[in-house]
């Protein structure tokens, strides 16, 4: 891959117009624009996915890389929420649009209207009313094309994209303007400790993912000031909303195992995974209202991953979604359309064999769904937050308190879209400068 080095490879020392943090799904179209008139580097920690071609370039690897064994350099970070909900984070260049299901679909104007994310190029799938069209990123051979193709279209000679890169902490400043962020610490994987510095007004971009991105201003001593301080770490910046408003969008789920094969699908990936024909329901809404934080374990390593808890349905105005939308599976489940997927032929709910936890018999009874939906809670992947617009960053995704520093990336979301996010936050990448 062109532009792609080892940061083994680089050295100690360097200087660009722009050092981008995190090489993933916003990063990529932002690495890609700056490049035509500046100098920029991309640390990414994750390898580049070559080294891992079936897992996260073909369908067929969609369902195993979140099988696999984390042994601290796949492509899918595990991790799991204090909430008790398994997780995954991209580590790979690509990020996250590497691991993810490929499922490319454009947020309503309402998104917009209530994020206070900018900029919307306008762009839409024209969704019917009740409807949510997609477009995928896998092509018709099931080859994945996600967002490091984009780098084709940057000005190559002005890019470098440094792999087993971890950024470490913001190099800052203090001028008679404030503090300003002047580079990025990083080390490769032999431990090295590399420097890279901004020149001419430059600036750096956090685009290291709702958990990275929040994680690396706490580490570089951008946070509350009362959490902070109990560590004993000098305050470069207070900002009170660091890690905070961590949500995680829920999802629950009915599995039905069918009498026969089913069309091609997302779904049949899994199936094939797991030797059955599966059919399921799968319940997202947008929001979530309840949300939780992120607090660092260590303040001097970036390798220790941070807390996160998401607290979902604490609102319980998300509980009662759930409980409607739930009920409202559990309807369909009693149509006609639904009979040809039953194993016997009994009424109801009879006849299907669920694979995992049913729905409650009494679908009226508020108890038993909101216990149903406590109980069987599973994420979407669709976490964000840390680095909201309008607290931690500004309108133009600044970091408030601070010069030369954005965030871009899945952490300034105050809501999810209520859909999938990959395209909006390459959008933004794009569009941002
Ligand atoms: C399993 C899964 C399935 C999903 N399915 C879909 C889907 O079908 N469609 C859809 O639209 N969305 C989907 N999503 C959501 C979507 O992929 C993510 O919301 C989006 O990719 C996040 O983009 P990002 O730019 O915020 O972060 P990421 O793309 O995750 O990028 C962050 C990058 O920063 C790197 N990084 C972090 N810390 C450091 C550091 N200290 N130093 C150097 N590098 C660092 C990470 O390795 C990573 O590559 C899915 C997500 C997952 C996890």
Known sequence: MKSVYNAIDLPLKEEYDDIIVGGGTASYPLAATLSVNYSVLVHERGSAPPSYPRLVLTTDGIVDILLQEDDGKT?????????????????????????????????????YNESGVDPDNGFSLQHLVGTKTSSSTFD?????????????????????????????????????SGVSANGVVYSDSKGRTHEALIRNEGGVILSAGAIGSPQLLLLSEVGPFPHVSLHKVPVVSQNPDVGNFMADNPRNVINIVVPF?????LSTKWNRSLRIERGNHNEKFSGPLSSGSLRLVLFTDVKVS????????????????????????GYMLKTDARERFKLEDLKGAEGFKFLGPSLPRNLSDDASMEVFCRSTVTTFWHYHG??????????????????????????????????????????????VY
């Open 140 to 176: 018709n051979e099931g080859k994945r094309h996600g967002v490091v193709e984009l780098l084709n279209r940057g000005e190559l000679k002005n890019l470098k994209v440094a792999i087993e890169a971890h950024a470490e902490r913001i190099i800052f400043s203090s001028k008679a």
């Open 386 to 431: 840390g680095c909201l617009v309008g607290k931690v960053v500004d309108g133009d995704l600044r970091v408030v308190g601070t010069n030369s520093l954005r965030v871009v990336d899945g952490s300034i979301f105050n809501t999810s879209l209520g859909t999938n996010s990959q395209a909006t936050l390459m959008m933004i990448g794009q569009y």
């Open 261 to 265: 094969a089913l069309d091609p699908s």
């Open 306 to 329: 941070p807390t996160v808890r998401f607290n979902y349905f604490e609102d319980l105005k998300d509980l009662a979604r759930c409980v409607r939308e739930m009920r409202l599976d």
């Open 75 to 111: 492509p899918a970070q595990r991790f799991t929420s204090e909430d008790g909900v398994a997780n995954v984070r991209g580590r790979v260049l690509g990020g996250s649009s590497m691991i993810n299901g490929g499922f490319y679909s454009r947020p309503d104007d309402q998104f």
